[in-house]
């Protein structure tokens, strides 16, 4: 301890040349220099340090041990930290919950993702994590062993009324959990791996959909039902379906396809590429989509849109009236003046549920057959639809907006028949 | 004059340790599903002794199986992510910094893409499969520290400014190469990769990978805190530094090191959960001064409390939807640091 | 003196000459920009030595070396030529930390990032004796307070640093560099942003301290009249080559300074015999 008129007093010659002289002997020296020193604080000091100068042994002593005292510290604070996480960690899952009645059944399938999942015969509780799913399943006439749906799971209506999971990307694994499904239905379109993934990880089975075409959609749809348990309402569905789709098929039989364009977005301008299975829904209608890519949502060129000049433009909007402030919009917007389609007014629009991979889709793709080829369907009744769209045929003035449109058919046959033949 | 002791660093140590204890205990009770404290209580009691069988199943599943991970994945990523921005401040001698300021986190967003592209050709077991996106993170993040650390050399050692430059550079380089990706391909499973850059605590991890997390956190931030009294000395200059004694170099390498590692580590398991890494230091340095010997443990522990706090708040705000906690370290940081930023300047 | 608090080594006490701590032998320095050009010699070989308790002056025109002698003698670059030694030992071949305890560098400036206050800053200072997970004694904070004495700051021992006087900071740094125990004392150019007053207060407590601590000073100034009254020995510098060392009076004359300094200048001795030099303006 070299306390004495300053910081640096360990440097008198003494020190140096005498490396091996006693510290309390070299402590005096110093001490007797200071004393002499006329300073008060610093006399204070000495005085302080005069006192604990016997300790000063101990005091290197206390110095190291200060240091393998928060080494020490430091190690187990770590050590907790550790510790902590590993009983924890290591906590494997209860098992899941014992109902009264014996366990079901269980056995094996593979789902449309390839997977190998374990789910009972008759999965007595259903969440579905897409919307496509739960009106397929009402459809099915399963609806009341649906006990979860997301947010966005809106037909039929009282499809609203479940309980809600919340949305198809980022549902809640808590509130899926608290359910107890036996299953849950997911598809590979909208539904994140990380969910599939983590609804494994808590032991929950996960059965996974994935149509990429119509016909796709309804052989998803009767495995569904296979492996719902409802085989025969499945095959009632779908050969309702495939029924209309043949129909359909053989009224457009020999119609060259419509050249469109279907828009699922304005700005920026996005397509559908033509693996999916809305793509598919434009072929079964006999529209052929312009846009020739692998991507599902390509950004399309407005450049590239012109140089292919569709003939129609199709929209599918819940609500004819907002289809058609689109409509207008892009019309005004520079460049697309140069689109024939836009010129002359062709834009076909259908309800939202092409967008869906459920049975719905039958009827959005009747209704846009209807719309770009309605010479095709002049001796038979229009379909069923859900919405109400007004589309003026080709050439003829604009009729009344809130029209039906078997009125609107009606009037126009006429005109329709004169134009038909000029098609 | 008051230097830092042992004993109050561990007091004030011990008083944020009792925060994250409670704050914990607060977030596992909130949730989508009611869960009450009592049966919390005794649930955690016999699941610490080992008796799991006497759980009821409600509890098991959902607090223990779902909620506890979460938490305990949102204390080592708000940990690592406050002690990385604190060493990055400190290396860089810049109070902006924050863990991404050197790219490792497009690297890992990098490598996540590219191994959700390659997993798709590949047939994996389910743990293998719930690897792979932490690992490619990883990898991607490993490669980036390499690399900015190769760019941001001089004369041999790591400059400081070089070394902002180089990191800001490749991850503008490596943000544009990500952009191509995801708009050129396609595949739905890069869908899940814009939650991934908000930032999302919502996925599970396999256990392996949870002891490899706490295993990196101790490690690289044990190796951080042993430089501890030297970054208060680098922070008055490097020249100064070593003329008060500090190895520069040495301290430079494996601060940038193990910085590095604690981002990347968290990163790959939770994308990119912005401002945690930027303000908790800056708060903590308010409460408890520039002391790295107090700051680093601070930080850890704030930065700890903060993310459960912003998660916990994530998945309830707006049940049963689960906001990314991105979303709300934004919200709650922006104001803040605004607040910090006047602060500063008056 | 040997005490836990300082690391002796061999070469410490066994240096047959205990009068000479500072000895620079034959020292030279280039440095090449570009590998391919030729090296340029910033520094041409020199040599002086220096006791305890004496203040060396490094004085010269811009550009003449001033700073990378005081580099090369703190250790922060390796002579190309020559050794330098202090106390028996090279002093860029010892370990940063011991180096840290025996020689100190005192710098114009410094630029915090974060601020501390100066009791914070003066602390550092002891860190070459701890360091790691160390923290900081009460011997520690002793010396600091005597280190913030001897500089007549301990008033601003509270106050933040940025929040203080250039001359008072200038006071700090110098007490953080009495902290660190140093044997030899650096400084370069302290002088540049004080006022006249501040700039005696310091160049009379450097001699103070140098006389009571027995530390070697070695000062870098542009200031000649400064390093004529408080100089014990004075190295007159110029591109690079070393003209003169010797005491101020011998060193500061007319005839050498005008054909270095390249202006009208004259030199009178003061009673006590210091050189002092008045700057005549061209009429």
Not at chain 1, 260 to 287: C, E, H, Q, Y
Not at chain 3, 101 to 116: D, G, K, M, N, W
Not at chain 3, 149 to 175: F, N, P, T
Request: aromatic residues 6%.
């Amino acid at each position: 301890m070299q306390f004495g008129r300053g910081p640096a007093t360990v440097i008198g010659c003494n020190a140096e040349s005498q490396a091996t002289l006693p510290r309390r002997r070299g402590w005096a020296y110093f001490a007797r220099e200071y004393a002499s020193s006329t300073r008060p604080a610093s006399r204070r000091v000495f005085l302080l340090s005069n006192c604990s100068q016997p300790s000063r042994q101990g005091r290197f002593v206390h110095h190291i041990r200060s240091n393998s005292a928060h080494r020490a510290g430091f190690l187990a604070g770590a050590l907790l930290l550790l510790g902590a996480w590993l009983p924890l960690g290591a906590q494997s899952f209860p098992p899941p919950p014992s109902v009264a009645s014996p366990p079901p059944a269980m056995h094996e399938v593979v789902d449309e993702f390839g997977r190998n999942v374990r789910v009972p015969q008759i999965p007595a509780r259903i969440v579905s994590l897409a919307p496509s799913l739960t009106e397929t399943l009402y459809a099915l006439g399963v609806q009341d062993r649906l006990v979860g749906d997301t947010d966005y799971c809106d037909y039929p209506a009282e499809a609203q009324k479940k309980t809600k999971v919340g949305g198809p990307i980022n549902p809640n694994l808590e509130e899926i959990a608290a359910l107890h499904p036996d299953i849950v239905l997911v598809t590979k379109e909208i539904n994140r791996l990380e969910t599939v993934r983590a609804l494994d990880t808590l032991g929950i089975p996960t059965y996974a959909t994935d149509a990429h075409t119509v016909d796709e959609i309804l052989s998803s749809t009767q495995k569904l039902a296979d492996l719902l348990g409802v085989p025969e309402a499945g095959k009632s569905l779908t050969g309702d379906l495939q029924a209309r789709l043949v129909s359909l098929h053989t009224k457009l039989e020999g119609l060259p396809p419509s050249r469109v364009l279907f828009i699922v977005w304005t700005r920026p301008l996005i397509s559908i590429g033509k693996n999916t299975f809305i793509a598919d829904a434009l072929r079964k209608a006999d529209a052929a989509s312009i846009v020739d890519s692998t991507q599902d949502w390509p950004q399309m060129n407005l450049e590239e849109v012109v140089r292919l000049q569709p003939d129609y433009l199709v929209f599918a909007a819940a609500h004819s009236e907002s289809a058609a402030r689109d409509f207008e919009t892009l019309s005004s917007l520079p460049g697309w003046n140069i689109l024939d389609a836009v010129r002359n007014r062709h834009f076909a629009v259908i309800s939202e549920a092409v967008n869906r991979p459920a049975p719905r889709i039958v009827s959005a793709i009747e209704d846009l057959a209807h719309q770009l080829h309605p010479a095709a369907f002049l001796d038979f009744p229009t379909p069923e639809k859900p919405a109400a769209p007004v589309t003026p045929a080709p050439g003829a003035p604009n009729p009344p907006a809130a029209a039906p449109a078997r009125v609107t058919r009606n009037v126009l046959q006429p005109f329709i028949q004169e134009f038909a033949c000029a098609r | 004059m008051r230097p830092l002791t042992l004993t109050r660093l561990l007091v004030r140590c011990g008083i944020l340790a009792l925060i994250l204890f409670a704050v914990v205990v607060v977030a596992m009770k909130l949730g989508a599903v009611q869960v009450s404290l009592y049966g919390l209580g005794k649930d955690l009691i016999s699941v610490l002794l080992g008796r799991t069988s006497a759980l009821s199943s409600d509890y098991g599943m959902i607090v223990l199986g779902i909620r506890l991970p979460r938490i305990l994945l949102a204390i080592f990523v708000g940990a690592s992510l406050s002690v990385a921005g604190v060493s990055f401040q400190a290396l860089l001698r810049n109070p902006l910094a924050d863990p991404y300021v050197l790219g490792v986190s497009s690297g890992a967003a990098l490598g996540a893409i590219v191994a959700l592209i390659i997993e798709g050709h590949l047939n994996l077991s389910p743990e293998m499969a719930g690897l792979i996106t932490p690992v490619g993170a990883f990898v991607g993040a490993a490669i980036t520290i390499a690399a900015v650390y190769l760019l941001g050399r001089r004369d041999g050692q790591i400059d400081s400014t070089t070394l902002l430059l180089g990191g800001i550079i490749t991850a503008s380089f490596l943000s544009a190469v990500i952009m191509f990706l995801m708009t050129t391909l396609s595949g739905n499973n890069l869908r899940g990769s814009a939650f991934w850059f908000m930032g999302d605590l919502s996925t599970p991890q396999p256990r392996s990978l949870q002891y490899f997390l706490s295993f990196g956190f101790i490690v690289a931030a044990g190796a951080i805190y042993t430089t501890a009294s030297d970054l208060n000395l680098l922070l008055a200059g490097e020249k100064e530094a070593m003329h008060l004694g500090v190895d520069v170099p040495r301290v430079r390498i494996v601060v940038y090191i193990a910085a590095s590692i604690l981002t990347g580590l968290a990163v790959s398991v939770s994308g990119t959960i912005g401002y945690v890494g930027l303000l908790v230091p800056h708060v903590m340095r308010l409460i408890f001064g520039s002391d790295h010997r107090m700051l680093i443990p601070a930080s850890a522990l704030g930065g700890a409390i903060a993310l459960v706090i912003a998660d916990t708040l994530a998945r309830t705000v707006t049940s049963p939807t689960d906001l990314p906690v991105g979303a709300m370290t934004a919200a709650a940081g922006a104001p803040l640091f605004i607040y910090l930023l006047r602060r500063r300047l008056s | 003196m040997s005490t836990a608090l300082r690391h002796p080594l061999p070469g410490d006490a066994s240096r047959a000459n205990s009068d000479v701590r500072l000895s620079v032998e034959q020292v030279s320095y280039a440095y090449a920009a570009n590998p391919s050009q030729a090296p340029l010699f910033t520094l041409e070989a020199l040599s002086f030595q220096a006791k305890p308790g004496e203040i060396v002056a490094i004085v010269g025109p811009n550009a003449c070396g001033k700073s990378t002698l005081l580099k090369l003698i703190s250790g922060a670059l390796e002579p190309l030529s020559g050794r330098i030694f202090l106390n028996g030992f090279a002093t860029h071949s010892l370990p940063v930390k011991t180096r840290a305890q025996r020689i100190a560098l005192v710098q114009q400036e410094s630029r915090l990032i974060f601020p501390s206050r100066a009791w914070e800053f003066v602390l550092q200072g002891r860190h070459p004796y701890g360091g790691g997970l160390r923290f900081e004694s009460e011997e520690d904070v002793l010396i600091a307070n005597n280190a913030l004495a001897q500089v007549g700051a301990s008033h601003l021992a509270d106050r933040w640093m940025d929040k203080i006087s250039g001359g008072e900071k200038q006071r700090i740094i110098l007490a953080r560099a009495l902290a660190q125990q140093p044997l030899l004392l650096l400084l370069d150019e302290p002088t540049l942003h004080l006022d006249i007053g501040a700039q005696v207060d310091l160049l009379e407590s450097l001699r103070r301290l140098a006389a009571q601590n027995r530390y070697t000073v070695v000062v870098v100034t542009h200031e000649l009249n400064l390093a004529g009254e408080y100089a014990d020995q004075v190295v007159l510098l110029q591109k690079g080559k070393c003209l003169r060392v010797g005491s101020p009076a011998t060193v500061l004359q007319r005839e050498i300074l005008e054909q270095v300094f390249q202006a009208p200048l004259s030199v009178e001795i003061t009673p006590s015999g210091r050189p002092r030099v008045t700057l005549f303006t061209n009429k």
